[in-house]
């Protein structure tokens, strides 16, 4: 049968969306922005630019590189969700070969660069976060929950690429906002995963909402985490890494993000699931401003120690 004509105005926007949706842009680009925040809190007083141009492209193509890969090897489940079946590869316009081969030329190229123009630790933990959501993370969502514990250790390493590229080491700093990052995504995605409880097993993917009481067990978490990011934002204070304005920023962020999670575990139905989802969304990008935007310690209380400011001197040991 005679193929139907397509005009180029939409057949270009549609291939586009197809490269768009293969790298995940949205996902991708927020990486970017929490490497970007953890390079500036690493330099608080004056931003090498080339550096950070560097740190973030590399830090670009290694986030598309696993997003690419990712679809790769699940693209037969993927196909089965209602979610995800328009995925590229998953409904047939990317082949598997196509999305692995550019996958790898990314990351390739990703690590490549954070290794020549910046330093090997950056270079290094881009490349883990590569393997560990491509080869930990993907296999381990069709056999155990805990794949969303090495998801946000996954989500929680790009801060960690931003502050090693701009100070080359990971102080403790570093390790506050990878504890940040990592709670935050408890109840971001277990809300997400509510949403989808009964799309994800039509994939094969085992997410706690979808199990048997796990519905319960997944609002406790996501209330619980959600109080939790109170004291990690006020530690990040007390570390010198931010001032009393971004203190603040983050327990309020964190007391309405957990007012959500407590509507959805005494609610338990999607309209509060969705509401804690959109807040989730809401709370990141406020507390990575009030971060970036009040970076260094508190000027009446800090003291310098090793060229670095500290308000309180907690022993650590965090490398």
Same mark, same amino acid.
């Given at each position: 049968m005679q193929q139907p004509i397509i005009s180029t105005s939409i057949a270009i926007p549609s291939r586009t969306r197809d490269w768009s949706n293969l790298m995940k842009a949205r996902l991708s680009l927020l990486v970017v922005a929490t490497t970007l925040v953890g390079f500036l809190l690493?330099?608080?007083?004056?931003?090498?630019?080339?550096?950070l141009a560097y740190t973030l492209a590399g830090t670009f193509l290694s986030a598309i590189s696993a997003a690419a890969l990712n679809q790769a090897m699940e693209w037969r489940?993927?196909?089965?969700?209602?979610?995800? &079946?328009?995925?590229?590869?998953?409904?047939?316009?990317?082949?598997?070969?196509r999305a692995v081969i550019? +996958?790898?030329? $990314?990351?390739?190229?990703?690590?490549?660069?954070?290794?020549m123009q910046v330093n090997l630790l950056a270079a290094g933990l881009a490349g883990l976060t590569i393997v560990l959501y491509v080869l930990v993370y993907t296999p381990m969502k069709r056999f155990t929950t805990m794949n969303t514990v090495v998801g946000a250790v996954v989500g929680a390493i790009p801060p960690m690429i931003g502050w090693a590229a701009a100070a080359g080491d990971l102080q403790r700093g570093a390790w506050v906002l990878a504890a940040l990052l990592f709670t935050w995504q408890l109840p971001h995605f277990f809300a997400l995963a509510w949403l989808y409880r009964e799309d994800y097993p039509r994939g094969g993917f085992k997410m706690l909402p979808s199990m048997r009481g796990g519905e319960v067990l997944a609002a406790q978490t996501s209330l619980l985490s959600s109080?939790?990011?109170?004291?990690?934002?006020?530690? #990040?204070? /007390?570390?010198?890494?931010? +001032?009393?304005?971004?203190?603040? #920023?983050?327990?309020?962020?964190?007391?309405?993000?957990? $007012?959500?999670?407590?509507?959805?575990?005494?609610?338990?139905?999607?309209?509060?699931?969705?509401? /804690?989802?959109?807040?989730?969304?809401?709370?990141?990008?406020?507390?990575?401003?009030?971060?970036? #935007?009040?970076?260094?310690? #508190?000027?009446?209380? &800090?003291?310098?120690?090793?060229?670095?400011?500290?308000?309180?001197?907690?022993?650590?040991?965090?490398?």
């Open positions: 690493a330099e608080p007083d004056s931003v090498r630019w080339g550096a489940h993927d196909a089965k969700m209602q979610r995800t &079946a328009n995925r590229p590869v998953a409904s047939g316009r990317f082949s598997q070969t550019v +996958g790898f030329i $990314w990351g390739y190229f990703g690590c490549f660069i954070l290794a109080l939790l990011l109170v004291p990690i934002g006020l530690i #990040a204070t /007390l570390l010198g890494v931010a +001032g009393f304005i971004s203190a603040g #920023a983050c327990t309020i962020a964190a007391l309405g993000l957990s $007012w959500f999670a407590w509507v959805h575990l005494r609610r338990l139905d999607r309209p509060s699931a969705r509401r /804690l989802f959109f807040a989730s969304l809401w709370y990141l990008p406020v507390v990575l401003i009030a971060l970036a #935007a009040d970076r260094g310690a #508190a000027s009446n209380l &800090a003291s310098v120690r090793g060229g670095r400011s500290v308000l309180i001197d907690i022993p650590s040991t965090m490398p």
